[in-house]
């Protein structure tokens, strides 16, 4: 697919990755349509990016009167049927194998063949996902940060099957909506997580060896390192339970045991002590 043919874009799952996904698109000229299982979802979805709007007007960095065509380019639907009209897909959907596997196979046999599609996983390899799919060479990966509206970088990830022109399309798409698209190779972790989830796990280390406190390991690393959020601040946001799933992601995928999961992040996420979301990590959200 040429990246001038691509006008609508379609975003599978209005979560914290998919609304965010589905905001930047629209903020760049696409229309958008926006699947989520359940009408709730998608409400919760659109409200999110409505917020998040308001948050750039404020900033100064939309105009107000923006907001309503930006809001215009997007389309709510719970039925796969109404995608068809995509020309080039993103899949946001929960990361479970199944649920991927699934989603995949309907968005597949709807689409026209030339539409790429792009996943959003974090820690599944692409190269199996685009296996999954009847068009291995136009399947690539499309790794947002969050939040996606401020985070500058999108991994693109070249499965082994990805096409040099899907490549290149995907990089180019990505460097449309301002981001700042870096090339990776479909391994493990990618780049992002193969190298900060090892920095997490060794934060958590020096709070179970009694090293330091977690405050004393934040403060280190943004103070001496030039870190805008301490590790283990910034482990509370992701959710402890994605950084110990992720471990074990790099751990099985690269065979090597210097990536097993602390003990002391595998007794948080035990507690129910997940970070932000749950109230309590390895800081305390009141
Ligand atoms: N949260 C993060 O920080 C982050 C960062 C980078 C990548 N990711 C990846 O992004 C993906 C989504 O993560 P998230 O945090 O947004 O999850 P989420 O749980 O917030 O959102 C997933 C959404 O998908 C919907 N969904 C479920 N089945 C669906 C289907 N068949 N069709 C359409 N929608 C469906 C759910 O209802 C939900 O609204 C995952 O692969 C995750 O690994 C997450």
């Known amino acids: 697919m040429l990246i001038d043919s691509i006008k609508t874009v379609a975003v599978l799952g209005a979560g914290t990755m998919g609304n965010g996904i589905a905001h930047v698109f629209a903020r760049a000229g696409y229309k958008v349509i926006l699947r989520d299982v359940e009408q709730r979802f998608l409400g919760r979805g659109l409200e999110t990016i409505g917020k998040n709007l308001d948050r750039e007007i404020k900033k100064g960095k939309l105009a107000e009167t923006e907001k309503g065509i930006v809001l215009g380019r997007l389309q709510a639907v719970t039925e796969i049927g109404g995608i068809a009209p995509a020309d080039f897909v993103v899949e946001a959907v929960p990361e479970k194998v199944e649920i991927k596997r699934a989603v995949l196979a309907e968005a597949d046999s709807i689409l026209r063949p030339e539409v790429i599609i792009a996943s959003n996983t974090s820690s599944i390899s692409m190269t199996s996902l685009a296996a999954l799919t009847d068009r291995p060479d136009r399947f690539v990966g499309m790794h947002f940060m969050n939040p996606v509206p ?22 180019k798409l990505a460097g449309r909506l301002g981001k700042k698209p870096v090339a990776v190779n479909d391994a493990p972790g990618f780049v992002s997580n193969r190298v900060l989830m090892p920095l997490i796990n060794e934060a958590a280390y020096c709070v179970m060896e009694g090293v330091a406190t977690a405050e004393a390991v934040d403060t280190v690393m943004k103070t001496g390192m030039n870190h805008p959020m301490g590790p283990l601040e910034l482990a509370d946001f992701i959710g402890l339970d994605v950084c110990v799933d992720i471990m074990l992601v790099l751990q099985e995928g690269l065979g090597d045991p210097k990536y097993r999961a602390c003990p002391l ?22």
């Open 265 to 286: 992040l595998k007794k948080y996420v035990a507690a129910g002590w997940l970070g932000r979301k749950s109230g309590r990590g390895f800081h305390i959200y009141p």
């Open 150 to 171: 401020v985070m500058v970088l999108v991994e693109v990830i070249r499965a082994l099957q990805t096409s040099d022109a899907t490549f290149e399309t995907t990089m």
